[in-house]
Structure formats: structure tokens, C-alpha cells
């Protein structure tokens, strides 16, 4: 029979014998939760919560305890239009003791339908606590300063971030490294969040193991780009002049595994300090090239087979976290006629030596010591360990800020010599700069302000690059003032490589102070 059009229902009397099932299916169903819903509304003698069920919900779900007793209400179904019901035989009374059991039945059956879905859901979310309950990772205060020595490490440098800003390594002394007797070279990784020592490695036990002399140095570490590792060279420097065959290489360490890989460079060192640029394949651990002298220039590009060469569109810049040097006259007094003399700075050098990888992320550059000449003296006289940069062509600053801290590097400060008889000395130190991951602003310690000094608190100055004004200053409180900072810890200032934080290192003070940046 076709819709009748007025309740949206089919004409029942038509219905096939299949249709009639479901209808009675349907109106048993509808029986049973009449008879649910009154059973329920009679717990057993002394019971004081009333369960009731809610509107649309079916049996066994959506039940509330009520600590007020409600009055009984009748819900029979009604009737199928058209056609009755058959007669239902009448059902028997069931016995309080029965009605109890009933009731109790019907509760664990809801427990058991309440566990059974949350297991569900447990499965389909594979497992996974909800979203709520998982603990986010730590986040980085905006200041924080780290007292190295808590871990018995001194005299820290060489800092390098890792490439998610989560980690910091740095090479420190294991101990005082005032005294001759500590534990070596000590390779330490800080949470950049938590503030607190991860991993480290000790030199001296890693050359063991490879059956190499302790007296090895390492060069500044590098992170490699995925942050799994850390790679270094090793070598003699000329605090130890080593024989013809001394022993040097590239070692790698895998962080998660704590795996070590050490490789050999077949070329000897001289029996002086070894200023030489080596470029290792990382994919197979061979030194693939080694380059005594890089010709000055601002920026260098890769070549195919993992070379570096000067070019004005490289990869590679000088401009990156480095170092202001002066280079002062040889000439004495006796042979100067008037200023310059040997105080003042005949030339200045800008001097980056942080490690490079190649685009590809096969090779990896160490060290790097690229230097170019800044506009400075009229270097009129010969002048002390400057080879022939400062021969070369000076480079102008590429920004405003880097302008504004190569005029105070020029400027100095005047120190008194403590006798009243004497005039003062100008004085003149480095001046270490970085800029942050968009260019945007640069940051320094400047003259009077910096470790130098000698104060209880020292400062990071940080520039705008495009106008070269002074966007705020950053403090650092010291323990230790009568000591300065040391041309071996380069960079001491470095952005993350995401320029969200700043990091400053103080070698004297053993302190590693953390800023972030947002």
C-alpha cells in the first residue's frame, strides 16, 4: 500500500509478514522499557535514592541518582493506530527480594556498558591519554641564569644551540680549571627550558677508548641539522707541540645512544699551532679536504665535492656571531713620532669561527676562522698577527648597529695605571657581536659594560640594525669581577637559531644566562 499521506506512516493492514515481526519486535521493546522504567522506580525496602531515567535515553544509559523521591508515573506505550496489539499474557508479580536483585542487575549492566565504551574509545585513540591530561613541554623563563659550577665545570666556551632551541653544548674544564689536575675537557648539554644538565661526555675517556693521548684539544661542536648529533675535531695545539705523526681526527657523537665515531686524519700536523680549515664527508667520515688560509671575503659558496671558496653569492657569510679584534702597531715608542702608537689600534678585524655545514647537509667545515678588515687605522706601521688582512681591502659594516659597536670598539676606555705621576692608558679589548636569525637586531657587550670591567653586573647591549638605535640592555650579575673574559671562549653571545632567545656566556664567572626573546 502506498503513504496515506496524513501521519507519514504506511497502512499496517497491508504490512507483509516481515513488516509485522518488526512491528511486534518493536512494541516488545517498547513494552520492556515501560516495565524498566517502573522497576526502577522501586528499590528495595530502605533504599533513599530514587533512579530515573532521562528523556530519549535508552535502557541501561542516561540514569541520575535523585536523593528525593518522586511520585510513580505511568508511561504506558501507546497503541499502533489502526491496528491492536495481540493479548499479552498476564506477567507474574515479582517478589521484593526479587525486585532487589532485579535492580542490582540492572546497575552492574550499566557499570559494564560505562567501562566497556571508555575502553572503546581508549582503543580507537590508540591508547592515548586525552588530550587534557598530557603534560606540555617545559617552556624556556624569560630569564635564566645557570651556575655551571653546581656541576663542578669551569672556564665554559664555545657554546652552540641546538637546532630546535631546546639545547645548549658547551666545552668547560671538569673541575677548576685554575689547577692543573682536572678531569680534562668536559663536553656538557643544557635544557635550554629546565635549565638543567642533560648529558655530557668527557674527553679524556673518549680519547681512551679510542686509544688516543689525552692531550688532544677539541675544536668548537656542532650540532648536526636534525639535532641527533654532535660532531668535533681533535688535535694538538701549541701548548703541546706534537711530533710529526700526532695523531688528530673527527669524532661524533650520537646523543640518544651515546654512540661514538672516531676518525683519523692520515695528514700530520706541523709541530705548531694548527690553524688549518678541514672539511669532513659526514656520510663516510673522511676528511675530504684542508685549507691552510681562506682568502678574506664576506661570503663563501660550496662546491660539489665539499670545497669552499670566496663568492659574492655563498651560502656561507662572515656575518654571523663573531668577534671585533683590534691589532695593535709593533713599532715602540722610541721609533713612533706621535700618535699612533703601540696602544692604538692600527686595524680592526671582524673574526666569525663558527662550524659550517654544507647545504646538503653532507659536509661539515672544522674549524672555521673566516676574518675580514674594518675600516680602522691609517696602518702606518707594521702590525702584530695580522698577516695579510690587514693588507687587504677594509669591508664596511654591513648595518647600522654593527656601525654603532665598531665605533664603541674604536673608542675605547680609559684605565687608570694607579700611579698619580702617570697619565692614564687607553685601553682597547674585543667586542663580541651576534646577530638574531632575521637580521633585525644585533647584540654586543660595549666598553664599560662588558666582563672586562671588572663589575658586579655586565650588560647586553641590543641595536636595531636598520636605524643603529639602542633597543634595551640586558643585565648580568657576576660573582666573580676581578677577572675578565678570555679570547678562547668565542662566541660568548649567540641568538637561538630561531632568534626566540639569547644566550651569554661568561667564562670567568662560569655562568650561563638565558633570555627569551618573545
Not at 248 to 263: D, E, K, P, Q, S
Not at 381 to 393: E, I, N
Request: negative net charge.
Amino acid at each position: 500500500m502506498p503513504f496515506d499521506g496524513r501521519d507519514g506512516r504506511g497502512d499496517q493492514r497491508g504490512q507483509s509478514p516481515g513488516e509485522q515481526d518488526e512491528q511486534d519486535e518493536q512494541d516488545e521493546r517498547q513494552r520492556r522499557l515501560a516495565a524498566l522504567r517502573n522497576l526502577v522506580q522501586q528499590p528495595e525496602q530502605g533504599q533513599q535514592a530514587n533512579w530515573t531515567a532521562q528523556p530519549g535515553a535508552t535502557p541501561g544509559q542516561g540514569m541520575q541518582a535523585e536523593t528525593v523521591r518522586r511520585p510513580r508515573v505511568s508511561t504506558p506505550h501507546p497503541p499502533s493506530p489502526r491496528v491492536a496489539s495481540a493479548p499479552r499474557p498476564p506477567q507474574p508479580r515479582m517478589r521484593p527480594a526479587e525486585r532487589g536483585a532485579a535492580w542490582r542487575l540492572g546497575v552492574v549492566a550499566l557499570v559494564i556498558v560505562v567501562l566497556a565504551t571508555g575502553a572503546g574509545l581508549w582503543i580507537i585513540k590508540g591508547g592515548q591519554r586525552p588530550s587534557g591530561s598530557v603534560s606540555r613541554p617545559p617552556v624556556m623563563p624569560p630569564i635564566n641564569t645557570l651556575d655551571l659550577e653546581a656541576y663542578n665545570l669551569s672556564c665554559p666556551k664555545d657554546m652552540a644551540w641546538s637546532p630546535n632551541g631546546t639545547q645548549i653544548a658547551l666545552w668547560a674544564t671538569l673541575g677548576d680549571c685554575g689547577n692543573d689536575q682536572t678531569g680534562g675537557p668536559e663536553l656538557a648539554i643544557f635544557d635550554t627550558r629546565t635549565g638543567k644538565l642533560t648529558d655530557g661526555a668527557t674527553l679524556y675517556s673518549l680519547l681512551a677508548k679510542q686509544g688516543l693521548p689525552q692531550q688532544l684539544i677539541p675544536s668548537p661542536a656542532a650540532w648536526s641539522p636534525d639535532g641527533a648529533s654532535l660532531s668535533f675535531s681533535v688535535g694538538y695545539t701549541y701548548y703541546q707541540p706534537p711530533a710529526s705523526d700526532a695523531p688528530h681526527g673527527l669524532v661524533t657523537i650520537t646523543v640518544a645512544h651515546n654512540a661514538v665515531r672516531y676518525t683519523a686524519d692520515p695528514t700530520p700536523l706541523p709541530a705548531i699551532e694548527d690553524d688549518a680549515m678541514r672539511i669532513w664527508d659526514i656520510t663516510s667520515g673522511k676528511l675530504v679536504h684542508t685549507i691552510a688560509d681562506l682568502t678574506p671575503a664576506t661570503r663563501y659558496a660550496w662546491g660539489a665535492d665539499g670545497s669552499l671558496a670566496p663568492s659574492p653569492s655563498g651560502a656561507v657569510s662572515i656575518w654571523q656571531a663573531g668577534r671585533i679584534d683590534p691589532i695593535v702597531a709593533i713599532a715602540g715608542n722610541e721609533d713612533v713620532q706621535g700618535p699612533p702608537d703601540e696602544y692604538v689600534p692600527q686595524d680592526w678585524l671582524y673574526v666569525s669561527s663558527m662550524p659550517q655545514w654544507s647545504p646538503d647537509h653532507r659536509y661539515l667545515a672544522l674549524p672555521v676562522s673566516l676574518a675580514v678588515r674594518l675600516p680602522g687605522g691609517p696602518h702606518a706601521f707594521p702590525v702584530y698577527g695580522c698577516s695579510s688582512l690587514c693588507d687587504s681591502t677594509p669591508v664596511a659594516p654591513p648595518d647600522k648597529a654593527f656601525s654603532a659597536a665598531l665605533a664603541a670598539a674604536q673608542n675605547g676606555w680609559l684605565v687608570s695605571s694607579g700611579q698619580p705621576a702617570q697619565p692614564a692608558m687607553q685601553q682597547f679589548y674585543s667586542l663580541d657581536i651576534a646577530w638574531r636569525a632575521d637580521g633585525q637586531e644585533l647584540a654586543t657587550m660595549l666598553p664599560n659594560e662588558d666582563y672586562n670591567l671588572g663589575e658586579p653586573v655586565a650588560k647586553v647591549t641590543i641595536f636595531n640594525t636598520r636605524t643603529g638605535a639602542v633597543v634595551t640592555k640586558l643585565p648580568i650579575t657576576r660573582a666573580v669581577v676581578n677577572m675578565g673574559g678570555s679570547t678562547d671562549a668565542m662566541p660568548e653571545i649567540v641568538w637561538s637559531p630561531r632568534g626566540a632567545s639569547l644566550a651569554a656566556l661568561d667564562y670567568a664567572d662560569a655562568t650561563l644566562t638565558l633570555w627569551r626573546a618573545e
